[in-house]
Each structure stands twice: as structure tokens, then as C-alpha cells.
Nanobody, 114 residues
Framework: QVQVVESGGGLVQVGGSLRLSCAASGGIFSVMGWYRQAPGKERELVATLTIGGRTNYGDSVKGRFTISRDNAKNTVYLQMNSLKSEDTAVYYC??????????WGPGTQVTVSS
């Protein structure tokens, strides 16, 4: 059974930093990544990282967020720096198994206050 669990969300001031973690179990995950959804908006890409080390970032977070991964632990991290109020959203982890598709975590709230 595949399980995906996020942690590390919370309240931070503008310009601050936060680190999210996502632990997945129950498979070999070819791609792990983060998406976010703000109220009234569609879910959007934040960053993804393949098991081989290839990254992909959403335009709005390039240069501020860094994704990393511990393959042995099936855990992906998102280091978020220089946070802006528009980064406020629920952040979801997606862990994909080749041939089976992606599995979502329940999400973790990130609130950036000014």
C-alpha cells in the first residue's frame, strides 16, 4: 500500500524560510515533487525531482526554492527561501511510480504573512 505524508508546513513571515518534507512508502518512486494550490486557484507545479536527479521548477519559485531527495528514504524535501505572500497555499507532495501513476499526500498548509 502506497502512503505519502507531508510535514513541515506552518506560518512564516515574508522573507522567511521554511522546509517541507515528504515521506513515501510502498513502492519505488521514479519522480517525487511538490505542487501547491491557493484558494480559488488551480493546483500548480512547484518542483519535481526524478530518481536520477533531474529537476523541474515552476517559474514563480525558481531561484528561491530548492528540491532535494533522499532516495534511500523515499523522502523529498523542499527548501523555501525568500517567501512571499503569494506563496501561501496548501502544498501537496506527489510520488509517482512508473506505470502506475502518481500518489498524492493530504497536503500541508504554508501561510506567509506580511
Amino acid at each position: 500500500q502506497v502512503q505519502v505524508v507531508e510535514s513541515g508546513g506552518g506560518l512564516v513571515q515574508v522573507g522567511g524560510s521554511l522546509r517541507l518534507s515528504c515521506a513515501a512508502s510502498g513502492g519505488i518512486f521514479s519522480v517525487m515533487g511538490w505542487y501547491r494550490q491557493a484558494p480559488g486557484k488551480e493546483r500548480e507545479l512547484v518542483a519535481t525531482l526524478t530518481i536520477g536527479g533531474r529537476t523541474n521548477y515552476g517559474d514563480s519559485v525558481k531561484g528561491r526554492f530548492t528540491i532535494s531527495r533522499d532516495n534511500a528514504k523515499n523522502t523529498v524535501y523542499l527548501q523555501m527561501n525568500s517567501l512571499k505572500s503569494e506563496d501561501t497555499a496548501v502544498y501537496y507532495c506527489d510520488a509517482a511510480i512508473s506505470g502506475l501513476g502518481g500518489y498524492w499526500g493530504p497536503g500541508t498548509q504554508v501561510t506567509v504573512s506580511s
